[in-house]
Every structure is written in structure tokens, then in C-alpha cells.
């Protein structure tokens, strides 16, 4: 008996277990009305609207909205986020510029960008697309910049004792020792992106997972709205497991080399 | 000739400075005038100057300071609860493999669920009152924390484990002198991070049934179309998130200075 | 080379995606279309109607319907042109119109009559304490958003009662968390619309405290409508008449054929038909009575929403005046 739980610590199954006690209280204080039937419906029940949302395509149709504004708010967040941190953490003096601006731009919440963004950029996709860039880009900013003025002074002695010139140093110096923290700040961005995608959503959009779930709630279909935060929570799972993925692919060299990657 | 280089580091250094606050002052002119010159509606996007006359009248009269001050209490329960809480827990999920198996499919499974996603369903429970912002901003500043924690519990050098167990420590003394010092940076880190998020959630779950807070303070005013006052704020805003920053940073720096000394990558 | 494979199936990956359908942005000066905003409640039916029953194609215009949050979001979105025409309550609109907005009414709207159309509602918990007005000192009161029609009404119903509007905390509350809200004691009262009213009371969770909170406001009154930028109407003459009309026409429909509308509510609301049939509905009108609106911006002056009174017909288009 002591082995059987030894093993069970051993590995993540306690966990998953832990987890479907929990499902199953649930399921069975719903049903038996302990806890508001409205408004916590049981775990069976939101299943299968979710599984009937899939079957009328109605959440995918809203999960590919999402998708895309989430991809194309990512790439631009994270293209400018990298561009700006790398001359940032590559010429001091730039940064040194833009501090003060940038440091007070920073912390500024997405939500509140949204009423400036619509006299701006309209309402469609472009206004969900920008607001998710600005959002992410912070993250990739600061971890490129960290990256790239971390670079060990030793590696960059070295390589113009090896009277290397300056893009070679580039190259070979600079960017493959701050993929790490270039791909940390990605990671980040990532979760921001499709939080902010939810976000802007809700507020502005007409369609998207967050969209959907302000909907549901405002016509009091439960179940559906449940299922709708069940979807979001797996939207941002798969993208952050792909992510990761990708990553240890493209980093696979760099894990001997430093302490490990996560 | 020591004494030149001195002071023209200094020079260098008085430059950069007001290079910085130049730049800010051409950005500030550049949107005057996109507002004076009606590239869009002035009615939106009023002056700068506007906007900032606005700002120095409402903070003269108390009026966003005390907005402010209501946010920040919530913000400061979340996030301390949130600390108080998840590194505890992480510091256990980072030496024990035990515990870490238990918890970790559940962190998983929770962390990609964005806050404003969960608000609908916490209001259900917790209805719209302090406790629900609370508990948002708790949640949502919690998973920075314990994955910043449980990195750097886990990733202490075996070494010093293994000296501080020839020495006879027991476990909680390992904790308190050799996990907790070194995994520091990293919680720093977590903590950092979760400062920023815990703002934006606070604003966030206020502009969900609140009757004060300098976010609920923004979106009255967009309603009843002040729009000066409504930029007011969200200049409020974007000042408590900088200096909110400034003064971790501070902390940062002075407690933890001398951890940068013997890590090799620093944060 | 695995490392090029990658980068390429992604890069397709991003391209695929980008290729999806995208979102119908009309140009709306190149073809004659009009993006429309409005909340998917029952009160905008005169746009399910007039769409359903293609009014506005037999005048000529095509109508993109957006539905979006609330009057906060939609008045923005028509300032900065992203849609031409929005759905606002009366209240917004004169508070605009007061700080420079050229916001103007292009139709009647949802009216709400003495009799069988008072819509909105102010309930207590079925088992609260709360038997009059004056009792709500010092407690909260959800309403659904702020510096609207319904936020007037409480601070009308207050000084009505005598009770200092200072005293009563309001409280934003999107309209189908009120009742939870409500259970949870996070607010004292609720001032709440169709299908909500209704919905709380058969719950068993609520019961009324006014029945009909708009009677302050008189006989009849305009509680919300159709409004645009002068601008655009002044550049874009045949257009706004031929949403004009093709509205008007609508409200014609549904004063005519009730009946039949109850359709064009569950396909544009998700409501469902059983709700529909207890629910009470605004009425609507092809005529636009000056005096409907201009009660509102009386009130609003009274209360110091807006700071100089103004006469109606200037928040309302030529044609219609």
C-alpha cells in the first residue's frame, strides 16, 4: 500500500486526481441543488454545450476570430517589442533617450488604450490587432533588452580579439546568447496577448471567445458561457504548449549550455 | 587628468537625462498638435495641454488622489495575499517533487485562463463588492509568483544542498538559509512582474460594478462624456503604475544588491 | 535543415491563417451601405425589422449590423465614423450634444408609454427591508451603466422622495449580473429592464419596489433612438432619409402586426420565445414627437446632468423636425 502511494507522488497522477475529486464534487453538489443550479450548472451539463457549440460550429467560427487576432496582435507586438529592445539593449544611448518616455508609457492597462484606439483605428480587427501588439510588446522589449546588454563581456572580447566585425558579432554573439531571455519575454507576451485579445473583446468586439462569453452571460445561456471560459482556458493552453514546443526545437542547443530552460 | 574624465562622465550623464525628458516634451508637442490641428475629433482626443490642466486640477482638489488611494488598497490585498500564499507554496513545490506532482496539473490547468475571463464567474460566487476585485487580482498575480518561485527553488546549485546537509541542517533550516537566499532573485522577478498585472486587473475588475476606484473614476467620465477628465486619469494611471515601479525597483535594488555580486546571470 | 522546415510550416501555418474569411469592413462611401451599431436588446427591434423584412433594400441602402456593448462603446464608434449610425438612450445623447458632440436623432425610438409600455423597473430582494424610497440611504443601487437614461431616473425618483441623491450609491452593473448581484446583498436595489425584470421576479429573488421608475418623466417619453453626426447627415443626404424611412416603415410594422415580431426578436437577441411573450416591450412610432425628447432634456437640466438647458430640435435632423 506504502509503494502504491509512493508511486502515485511519483508522478503526476496525483495530481490529475486531486483534480477530478474535485470535478466530481462539483457534478454532484450541482445536481443535488447544493449549489445554485443557475448559476453553477454541473460539469455534465456544460459539457455538452460545449460539445454541441462544436457541432454547430458556433464556438469555432468565434475560436478562429480569436485565433487571428491573437496571431497577428503577437507577431506585430513581438517583432516591434524585439526590434526596439535590441537597439535599446545594443546602443545604451538610445535607451538612455527613451527611458523616461518609455518607462511612463509601460504600465499604462491595454483597457484603458481602447476608447483612444477607436477614434483612431475604427472598430474592426485592426483595433483588437494593435491594442493585443501594444499590450505584448512590453514583455519581448524589456527581456530583448536584458538579453542583448547582458551579453557576457568575456564572449564579445573574445570574438573581436578574433577580430570579428561588427554584424558577425552580431551574428554569432549577441543574438544566440540572449535567446533565452528573448524567448522568455516571447512566452510572457504570449499569455498577454490572448489576455488582452479577451479583454478588447468583451469590451468592443462583435465576435471572439471574449465576445462570446459577455454574450452568453447577457442572455442567460450558463452552460454556454462555462463552456466559453472551459475554451479560453484551452485556447491559451494549446498556444502556450506549442509555443513551448517550438521553442525547445529552436533552443535545443542552448539547454546543455545554460542552467535550464522551463 | 582623473579629474577631467570625472567630469565629463558627469556631463555625459546630466545629457542623457534631459535627452530623456526632451524626447517626452517633443512626443507631448507632436500630440498637441495632432488634437489642435483635428487629425482627430478634438472632442476625444482633447489638447495635451487640456488634458494636463485637467489632471493638476483634480489632483489639487483631492479628487484622483483619493480615487487612487480606494484602487491601490485593493490592489495591495490581492498582490499581498497573493505573495504571502503562492511562495510558500511554490518554495514547497520547488524541493519537494511530491507536492510539485499535486499541484502542478491544477497551476497548469488554471494559468492560461486570462482574469477578465474568470470575472463573470467569480461574481457569481463573491457578487461585485470588494471581495470579488480581491480575489481577481489575487488570482491573477498568483501565477507569476509561484512560477517565478518554483524556478528559482528548483534551480538552487546542488552543491549548496548538499554542503548545508553535511552540516547537519535540518530541513526547515535549509529552507530559511539556503533555498530562500537563492531562489530570491527569481521571486523578485515573479514579483515584479505580477505589480503591473495586478494594476491592470484592479482597473480591470473595477470597471465591473464599482463605486470608486481611479478605474470606475475613468469610465464615469467616459460615459458622461468628460473626456479631459477621463484622459486625466488615465494619466493618474500610467504615473501610479511608474512610480509603483520605481519604488520596486528601489527595494530591489537595496535589499538584494548583494545577491547580483555572486550570481552569474543576474535578473 | 529540420530548423528551415519548421520556420516554413509555421510561416504557411500564419499565412493559412491570414487567408481566413475576413471580417466584412464595407467601405461605406463607395457602395451604399450604412454600419449600424446597437445592442442586442429588444428595444433596437425597429432595426431586426426593418433588416428582416428588407426595408432597407427596397430604399436603396444596405445595412451592416454591429452589435456592441452599450451606448459607451457605439458613441465613440460614430464619432470616429467606424459606423454611421448608432443606437443611444436619449440621456447620452443630450449630455454629448452639451459638451460640443453634434450627435443628432434621425427617428423616433423605443417610447415608453403610460399604461402597458413602462419597461423599466426598480426591484428590492423579495425579503429586504426596503419598503419606500428614503430607505435606500446609504446603500447601493445597481444601475446599468452611468450618466444614462436610468442613472436620471433614480436621482429623479430621489428628489422626488426627498431623499438627497448623494445619500444612495450607484452602482454599474451590466444588466444580467443584477440579480445575482442582488442575492448576494452586494446592492440594495436594482433598476432593471426587459427581460431582466421579469426573469428576477419569477426567480423568486426580487420584487418591486417602483413598478414603473419612469413616471417621473411624465405621460410619454423617448427612451432611446437612432443618432448620427450632423456631419455625416449633412454629407450624406440620401442615405439618412432612406434609413429614415426604412426605419419609420418598421415602426409602422410593429405598431400594426406585434404579432409578427416576435421572430425577428429571437433570431437578433437570443431571447427565447417564451420570454418574449412576458415580457413587456417599448412602443414605436414613425412619428417623432418633439415633446417626448424634450421632457428628457428638461429633466436632465433639472438635475444638473447638463448645465444650460436647450431646445430638442437641435439634437434633431432637418427632415424630421
Redesign the interface.
Known sequence: MNNVLKNI????????V??MLFLGLWEILSRLGRVDF???PPISIIANSLYELIGSLEIIRHI??S??RV??GY?LGASVGYLVGFLCGYIS?IY??????L??????????LI??G???L????TLNVFIIGWACSWPVFINTM?GVS?TDHIFLNTARTFGLNQWSIVKKVIIPSSVPYVFTGLR?GL?IA??VD??TE???S??GL?FF???T?????IPE??AG?VT??????I??KSFLL?SR??LRWQRGF???E? | MAKRISVSRKMTKIFRKWEGILFFILLAFVLEGISRVEIVSSLYFPPISKDISTFLNLTVSGILPLETLKTFTRMACGYVLAALIMIPLGIFMGISNKVYNVFEPIVELLRPLPPPAIIPAVMLFLGIGNSMKVFVIFFACSFPIILNTIDGSRSVYPTFLHTARSFGLNRYQIIRRVILPAATPQIMSGLRTSLPISLIVAILSEMIGSIDGIGHYILRMQRTFNIPEMYAGIMMLGLVGYFLNKIFLWIDKTLIAWHKGWRISGI | MKKTIIILTTCGFFLLLLCLPMPRIAVAEKLKVINVGYIPIGDCLQLYVADGMGFFKREGISVEKKPMQGGAVIAPAVEAGGIQVGWSNAISIIIAHSKGFDFQFLTSGAISEEGTNRVHSLLVAKDSPIQKISDLAGKKVAINTLGNINELSMVALAYKNNLDIKKIRLLEVPFPHMETALKKGSVAAILAVEPFVTLSISHGTARYLVKSVHKTYGEKFMIASWFAKRSWVVKNPQKASAFVKAINKASDFISAHPERTTKFLVNNTKLTTDLIKKITMPSFSSKFDKSDLQRMIDMTARHNFIKKLFKAEEIIIQHIQ
Do not use: C, Q
Request: net charge positive; hydrophobic share 50%; proline share 3%.
Open positions: 507522488g511519483k508522478s503526476k497522477i496525483s495530481g490529475f486531486l483534480i443557475h448559476y453553477l478562429l476570430i485565433l487571428r496571431v497577428m507577431l544611448r538612455s533617450f527613451l527611458e523616461l518616455t518607462e511612463y508609457l509601460r504600465p499604462m492597462p491595454s483597457i484603458a476608447p483612444i477607436i477614434l483612431f475604427g472598430m474592426g480587427d536584458d547582458s510572457v499569455g490572448v489576455a479577451v479583454i468583451m469590451v468592443v462583435s465576435s471574449g462569453i459577455i454574450t452571460s447577457l442572455s442567460f445561456r458561457m462555462y471560459i479560453i482556458g484551452l485556447f491559451g493552453y498556444l502556450n517550438i526545437r529552436a545554460l542552467s535550464a522551463k
